[in-house]
């Protein structure tokens, strides 16, 4: 059974900074890995999808990477800004398989 | 930007009754998912449906749940017989191809089973 763990679980930086977020999974046999954005209340938005044949995608100051074989992604965050503030979630496909998630706060 | 689109925002029900939360996916799309998140908790996958049947279920969406697509626009969620356990934002989500396109989500429905 695939297995989805974010750390940090919370993450609090000064406006500016650039950060990463982390995403591991058990089971490399996936479709694809997908990375959202959660605000308080509301649903999902999609950031980025990478395949699983792809390395790393990048969408303006968000680039996530991913290595199947080791079974981990990475969400590099530059030039952050308050309102990055959210909840990011990465999930896996086959099934599409969510970590807790990375509340992240954004301080001006 | 096309959206999935969701109501209501919020239901509140009483245990026993029965709830159909709706969603309106978005027009080109093909492949159509529920999940949940119970408060504090993961999103969870509850079911998938594709060709107006389902395709794939969890061990959550047993006989109380059922889903349908009624018309060409509507996909819909239904609990028979809501039990307090049930509370939880309800997401539905689609995508035009399975697995090689981005899933997008609705901005869920908050049920309370009280």
């Known amino acids: 059974k695939q297995e989805v763990t974010q750390i940090p679980a919370a993450l609090s930086v000064p406006e500016g900074e650039n950060l990463v977020l982390n995403c591991s999974f058990t089971d490399s046999a996936i479709y694809n890995l997908q990375w959202f954005r959660q605000d308080p209340g509301k649903g999902l938005t999609s950031l980025l999808l990478?395949?699983?044949?792809?390395r790393e995608q990048t969408s303006g100051r968000l680039n996530a990477s991913l290595d199947k074989s080791s079974g981990r992604s990475t969400l590099y965050i530059a030039a952050s800004q308050p309102g990055d503030s959210a909840t990011y979630l990465c999930a896996v496909r086959g099934r599409l398989t969510f970590g807790e998630g990375t509340q992240l706060t954004v301080n001006p | 930007e096309p959206e999935v689109t969701q109501t209501p925002s919020h239901q509140v029900t009483q245990m026993g009754q029965e709830v159909i939360l709706r969603c309106v996916p978005i027009?080109?799309?093909?492949?159509f998912y529920w999940y949940r998140q119970i408060l504090g908790q993961k999103v969870e996958f509850l079911v998938s449906?594709?060709?107006?049947?389902?395709?794939?279920k969890s061990e959550i969406f047993d006989d109380q749940f059922s889903v349908e697509r009624p018309d060409g626009s509507n996909f819909t969620l239904k609990i028979r017989s809501t039990k307090l356990e049930d509370s939880a934002m309800y997401f539905c989500a689609s995508e035009w191809s399975s697995y090689n396109s981005p899933l997008h989500f609705g901005n869920g429905t908050r049920l309370t089973v009280t």
């Open positions: 449906f594709y060709n107006n049947e389902i395709s794939e």
């Open positions: 027009s080109n799309h093909l492949y």
């Open positions: 990478i395949q699983s044949s792809q």
